[in-house]
């Protein structure tokens, strides 16, 4: 039998410093790949998310359990000098230090870049804000404030005027992924030349280049988009219609799936029809097209549709829970859970990584610290 390669990130050290969300998420990701991630936390307080409830598991906040998995964690009050050595000690001997408190903190501390540049030159340290270290680093990087000013908001909604909020901290993941490819490309970079750098990363910047096509659509032609609630800026038929029992979703990307789509529904004539002939003329005339398929559309269930349409080529589906996103996941085989082994408690039920490796795939055996868990075993580390 071959023996299992080692994880890719093995003998990696990252020094978390980071709380909430976007940079949790990165160093969890890190972490499920094999980097040692040593997660520094108040003493009293800890990670903010630990009082973000409920829901709770386990007698503990989700929240904080969805974004801490396969870390340790320490407890150092920065504020004390013998922890504030044990902090720095740590930097020294790290690979990777993430930090996302305001700019000006770490360094209030002598935990700043150029402070543990200077005793661990190769350091690659990954500093995130809410909108950079310049003339907005004392605003506040709150996910729904950066949705509001950077845009986001402005394209979300049901209809013009009505602008509503993602369902999740959209803005935090995002910038939690761009962080953890910043510093995967920094290691990569520190292995050919020696070299350690700064990564940084704001929540704003990130959600513009994240608004893609809409923010192309501003920055190549003016073009300043509003909301179009479910609806596609450049693309129809794609929006929620009503089925006979719940809502369903076309996802028409073509002509070809719209002729599809015409002949399911038993509209064949609308293939024809002037007005629906290419995207740009469905665009143009999307209310006229909406009203003869919500007709249409309305006459069966969106499971029925489902099975109808899908086998044609027709991109559609019914609008899930999570409960029946989860068993859809399931019925996939997509294996969308990661039970960590509770160590003698109740197993930890979390999220699955979505990465695949076909020979090294992500780690579950470690289920999210306690405040403090591991202490003692890395301060006796960090002073020997």
Request: glycine share 10%.
């Amino acid at each position: 039998m071959t023996a299992p390669s080692p994880l890719p990130l093995s003998g990696v050290l990252v020094a978390d410093f980071g709380r909430v969300l976007a940079a949790p998420y990165a160093t969890m990701l890190l972490a499920d790949l094999g980097a040692d991630v040593i997660k520094v936390e108040h003493p009293a307080k800890g990670d903010d998310t630990r009082a973000w409830g409920p829901p709770h598991a386990h007698g503990e906040a989700t929240y904080y359990l969805s974004v801490n998995r396969n870390k340790r964690s320490v407890a150092l009050d920065l504020a004390d000098e013998a922890d504030r050595r044990r902090a720095a000690e740590l930097a020294r001997r790290a690979d990777v230090l993430f930090e996302n408190f305001r700019p000006g903190t770490m360094h209030k501390y002598g935990l700043g870049y150029n402070e543990v540049r200077a005793a661990n030159p190769g350091i690659v340290y990954c500093s995130i804000t809410g909108f950079g270290t310049g003339p907005g680093a004392d605003l506040p990087g709150y996910d729904l404030l950066i949705q509001a000013v950077g845009g986001l908001m402005s394209v979300t909604g049901p209809a013009p005027g009505q602008p509503v909020k993602t369902g999740v901290a959209l803005v935090d993941v995002l910038t939690g992924l761009h962080a953890a490819i910043g510093v995967l490309a920094a290691l990569r970079h520190r292995e050919a030349s020696g070299e350690g750098q700064h990564v940084e990363v704001n929540l704003l910047s990130t959600l513009l280049s994240s608004l893609v096509n809409q923010a192309a659509g501003y920055t190549l032609a003016g073009r300043v988009p509003g909301i179009l609630g479910n609806r596609h800026p450049s693309i129809a038929p794609y929006e929620v219609y009503r089925a006979k029992d719940q809502p369903l979703v076309i996802a028409v990307g073509n002509d070809r799936q719209f002729a599809a789509l015409c002949h399911g529904t038993g509209a064949p004539e609308l293939v024809d029809d002037p007005r629906f002939s290419t995207n740009a003329d469905r665009v143009a005339h999307v209310d006229e097209l909406a009203r003869k398929l919500g007709h249409l559309l309305a006459t069966r269930t969106a499971a029925e549709w489902f099975e109808h349409l899908t086998p044609l080529g027709v991109p559609c589906g019914p609008v899930n829970n999570l409960a029946q996103a989860f068993e859809l996941a399931d019925r996939l085989d997509l294996a969308p859970r990661a039970v960590i082994d509770g160590a003698g408690e109740a197993p930890v039920d979390l999220v699955a990584n979505p990465i695949s490796l076909s020979r090294t795939p992500p780690r579950y055996d470690r289920r999210p610290p306690r405040l403090g868990e591991h202490t003692g075993e890395i301060a006796d580390w960090l002073d020997s």
